[in-house]
T-cell receptor
């Protein structure tokens, strides 16, 4: 009965490849997010979707393209991977957008670009 | 982008000790959140604060929303081994879902 799940847990790939990370939430939330945590553990928001619509795009390179096929899913596709993309990527969800609802995080996907 | 400053950056304590950490911001927030992250896991929400001056407890954890709305404090009483991890504060404003995280406080318990 995992609330926010991500796949894969680990992803190791070569520079220049394209890869995707998937996220699903079974909480019935309207809003989903992608965060990036760097090697110093700093967490920064990348994207936010509300009811399948992009709401926040934090000046992330356009090699990163989120897609939300439905409210319960938010996937992240990364083209032409670079060394600096190595990080842990967290998906999160919250009940709605526009209030101060708390956000619930998935277990993370550790991406290593060689 | 904006970053919240947490202190201390790391703490080494003995089991049973009390812990205090704080978080400061250059701008105000309407909501303050405290998360804990265990190794290999995502952040887990510990306490949410919604009003300036609010003091909220969750078991051995107590957090306060600073009266200026620019800071927050987290205290852990009688620490136990499972308290080990990284504690993050986060600020949120109404109408803006950008959760701004602090730099983290890494808690280690010395046997």
């Amino acid at each position: 009965d995992t609330a926010v799940s991500q796949t894969p847990k680990y992803l190791v790939t070569q520079m220049g490849n394209d890869k995707s990370i998937k996220c699903e939430q079974n909480l019935g939330h309207d809003t989903m997010y992608w965060y990036k945590q760097d090697s110093k553990k700093f967490l920064k928001i990348m994207f936010s979707y509300n009811n399948k619509e992009l709401i926040i795009n934090e000046t992330v390179p356009n090699r990163f393209s989120p897609k939300s096929p439905d409210k319960a899913h938010l996937n992240l596709h990364i083209n032409s991977l670079e060394l600096g993309d190595s990080a842990v990527y967290f998906c999160a969800s919250s009940p709605s957008f526009g209030g101060t609802d708390t956000q619930y995080f998935g277990p993370g996907t550790r991406l290593t670009v060689l | 982008g904006q970053q919240l400053n947490q202190s201390p950056q790391s703490m080494f304590i003995q089991e049973g000790e009390d812990v205090s950490m704080n978080c400061t911001s250059s701008s105000i927030f309407n909501t303050w959140l405290w998360y804990k992250q265990d190794p290999g896991e995502g952040p887990v929400l510990l306490i949410a604060l919604y009003k300036a001056g609010e003091l909220t407890s969750n078991g051995r954890l107590t957090a306060q929303f600073g009266i200026t709305r620019k800071d927050s404090f987290l205290n852990i009483s009688a620490s136990i081994p499972s308290d080990v991890g990284i504690y993050f504060c986060a600020g949120l404003n109404f109408g803006n879902e950008k959760l701004t995280f602090g730099t983290g406080t890494r808690l280690t318990i010395i046997p």
